[in-house]
């Protein structure tokens, strides 16, 4: 049950946020969903980042990646929008626009992935190799 309301926690500090940043980037993207794919690729970055460094370098409890890797980041990324936005641009005829969102949210978001988890790594070596030399 504890993990639930750390789940929720996050969740909802998530929620608030994806809610604060597309009123933010709307207004900037007339006929694309720019916010949506702006917060996917900032999540999948986040994502692949913070579940290499957290066991390695911070350590932090179970709980907290459950609040922070779960709730947050899975409330603050939003795949149930992206789909819902790739059929709307399709059945609007914009299907360059579709096209072009589907490819770079799904190749790009792959590729944050990828350099989050890079970065991870990277840190998690300079500390083990810190921690070698005291």
């Known amino acids: 049950m504890r993990e639930l309301i750390y789940v929720g926690a996050g969740g909802f500090l998530g929620t608030v946020l ?32 913070f579940f290499t460094i957290t066991p390695v370098k911070w350590r932090i409890p179970a709980e907290w990646r459950l609040l922070i890797g779960t709730g947050f980041t899975g409330a603050f990324t939003t795949f149930s929008t992206f789909s819902i936005d790739s059929i709307q641009l399709l059945q609007d005829r914009q299907v360059v626009l579709a096209v072009s969102y589907i490819l770079l949210s799904v190749v790009i978001g792959l590729l944050m992935s990828f350099l989050g988890i890079k970065i991870g790594e990277r840190m998690s070596l300079s500390r083990l190799a810190k921690e070698n030399s005291l």
Do not use: T
């Open 18 to 49: 994806r809610y604060g940043v597309q009123l933010w980037l709307e207004p900037a993207s007339a006929n694309f969903p720019l916010a949506v794919l702006m917060i996917n690729l900032a999540g999948c970055f986040f994502l692949g980042w």
